[in-house]
């Protein structure tokens, strides 16, 4: 095999619940990357179409994730990656991590598998971290391993799937305004008191209880964010409105995808999510502003493979 063409989908990390722990794979938006093997050593952006990003690969987040792969695996060869970007940068649903994932999931595929997914998400973190300025596996674990995933300790590589409800659905709206992911970050507080890390541990268990047994109920009140929400929530606009469009659609419960500004519901059923993402839709063009909507089932698999030579 010389040459791979994959589809790097989009992903929400967070759940509201679980902040840099959780995250969940989408089905129908993504990134497609091509990566050629080539003679010459080090890794080179031929092209990036789709968006206007550098293809300077120690700033492009696929360019930096690979190149730490190459470093570690020390292969006699050199490879040229092509991105066409299906996901908006700064929309909050995952842009870097699904190129950070696809360029050294592919490379991987040319190099004959040294490592599992699982073992990939080191080097997709890298990518993270030049797109962030912080190394959060939340997103890449998403995109890597598909469905639901908990990420226990990134510093010991110890993620794990989760069970997917075979019912749940998100609508995710995202507003076209840019809100960076570093910005994103500057406005959480380093410390958070023991009342709210009771009720935000409490959430967290019981949405993972609630995945489990399939509990939509339990999933309905535990995708509660008291910690980073109220934070970042004034930063998006009309969050609130949104939200109460979209409990009131049916939506289980709604909060914010990644860093924002895009929002997501999550819900139980194809059709409750196309009502809900009707409801949201409704609020942004009341107030004028231009949007993308989005309605996905869970992508249980990841990345996958479209074509290779």
């Known amino acids: ?49 789709g968006q206007k990003l550098s293809t300077d690969i120690s700033v492009n987040v696929a360019g930096v994730s690979a190149t730490a792969l190459l470093n570690e695996s020390k292969v006699d060869c050199g490879f040229e990656i092509e991105i066409h970007k299906g996901i908006k940068p700064g929309s909050g649903i995952g842009s870097s991590a699904a190129s950070s994932a696809g360029s050294v999931f592919a490379i991987n595929k040319l190099i004959g598998e040294p490592y599992s997914n699982k073992e990939l998400i080191k080097f997709a973190m890298q990518g993270e971290m030049a797109a962030s300025g912080s190394k959060h596996a939340d ?13 226990r300790n990134s510093v010991e590589n110890d993620y794990f799937k989760l069970n997917t409800p075979i019912e749940i659905a998100f609508t995710v709206i995202h507003p076209k305004i840019e809100l960076k992911t570093k910005d994103s970050r500057a406005v959480i507080k380093d410390k958070v008191s023991i009342k709210n890390m009771i009720e935000q541990s409490a959430n967290l268990g019981a949405f993972i209880s609630g995945l489990y047994t399939e509990d939509y109920d339990l999933i309905r009140r535990s995708v509660k964010d008291v910690v980073i929400e109220p934070l970042r929530s ?40 196309n009502k809900v993402g009707e409801a949201m839709t409704k609020v942004y063009r009341n107030l004028n502003l231009e949007y993308d909507i989005h309605i996905s089932c869970v992508n249980d698999k990841g990345i996958r493979i479209l074509n290779y030579k």
């Open 234 to 273: 004034v930063l998006i606009p009309k969050f609130e409105e949104i939200k109460s469009a979209s409990i009131n659609s049916g939506a289980l419960s709604c909060g914010i995808s990644g860093s924002g500004p895009s929002v997501f519901a999550i819900c139980k059923g194809i059709t409750t999510a």
């Open 1 to 49: 095999m010389k040459e791979i063409k994959v589809f790097a989908p989009a992903s929400i990390a967070n759940l509201s619940c679980g902040y840099d722990i959780l995250g969940v794979c989408l089905d129908n938006i993504g990134d497609e990357i091509t990566v050629t093997k080539t003679k010459k050593k080090g890794i080179t952006i031929k092209k990036v179409s």
């Open 139 to 151: 997103n890449v674990a998403a995109v890597l391993l598909g469905g639901f995933t908990f990420v």
